[in-house]
């Protein structure tokens, strides 16, 4: 298998500019940032924040902080969207009931621009998200993830789709947004398997099946340790990302095995697990059930199941 470079980096922007270009075609006399200078602004509010809190007392709670900093911007972009959704429902019902006035028109012309503004804002939104959250991976390790609705990448992030969208878009069979858009792989693995030997296992695993299905949609939890670095490798290689969250205030205890209920719903080509850490110089290597659960799961449910096992020695 090729093993993937834990040092390469895919947090380079576009040389080309739809946010300029879109941003250009608004005709607002004032001026909007550009592109560059929004993707900086992220990077550097994420950047004081870390300098800040490292080394201190808040050092504790610095995953909560830096999470709620991204999440802003995340929740700003959505409710501009939705504010922008509405400006297209009053478009489309305006021009439904068209009746050639110069005030109908006038209207007509005031909805689309805040449509069209709302987009723009929205995307800017999206741009300090990202460069914040890429910046949070760089200098903590940590990935954030939305935990509501879908993340719209605007470079090369993987978009991320909310499980319960995916499993109603497999099943009808029906284009959208919420379609994974070709195979899926699960992979469930032990929040303890988080060396840079789990690392190099996880990522040939996940380098195997890009190759096997080149338009693959990888499907986790997002819990913490090998799962977050299988959601680094998506990010990176641009693969769709869909998460089946485990939902403790629903499910209680039952929760990560619930989660499992929603991988296999996904008809996955094939569920990859890591039970516990490959990394010999760990003491803590009890089996960790969740993994094991998604591997049975797949067994009964005819689908294929590959166990990440250490390299031999």
Request: glycine share 8%; with cysteine.
């Amino acid at each position: 298998m090729t093993h993937f470079n834990t040092a390469s980096s895919a947090f380079s922007p576009k040389s080309d500019s739809a946010f300029d270009d879109l941003s250009a075609s608004l005709g607002d006399q004032r001026p909007h940032p550009t592109e560059d200078a929004l993707i900086q602004l992220g990077r550097a509010l994420m950047t004081e924040l870390v300098d800040v809190i490292s080394d201190t007392a808040l050092e504790d709670y610095q995953t909560i902080i830096g999470e709620a900093l991204i999440g802003a911007f995340h929740s700003a972009a959505g409710r501009i969207e939705r504010d922008a959704d509405r400006a297209r429902d009053t478009m489309r019902s305006l021009d439904r009931d068209f009746d050639g006035s110069e005030a109908a028109d006038t209207e007509l012309q005031d909805a689309t621009a805040k449509a069209r503004a709302g987009d723009a804002a929205t995307q800017a939104c999206e741009l300090i998200r990202d460069a914040a959250s890429e910046t949070w991976t760089v200098a903590t390790g940590e990935v954030w993830t939305a935990w509501r609705g879908s993340r719209r990448g605007t470079h090369l992030t993987a978009a991320q789709l909310e499980a319960k969208q995916a499993i109603r878009a497999i099943r009808n069979r029906k284009s959208g947004e919420a379609d994974p858009g070709g195979p899926v792989i699960a992979f469930r693995g032990a929040p303890t398997a988080d060396t840079s030997e789990d690392a190099g296992r996880i990522f040939d695993a996940l380098n195997w099946a890009k190759q096997e299905w080149p338009d693959m949609a990888l499907a986790t939890t997002g819990a913490k340790g090998s799962e977050k670095l299988a959601i680094k490798w998506a990010q990176q290689k641009g693969v769709k990302l869909i998460l089946a969250r485990a939902d403790f205030d629903k499910n209680g205890k039952a929760a990560p095995f619930r989660a499992n209920d929603e991988l296999i719903a996904l008809e996955p080509e094939v569920c990859l697990t890591l039970v516990h850490s490959v990394d010999r110089a760990r003491t803590d290597r009890r089996p960790f059930g969740p993994a094991l659960n998604l591997g049975q799961k797949a067994m009964e449910s005819g689908l294929r199941h590959v166990s990440i096992k250490a390299r031999a020695a």
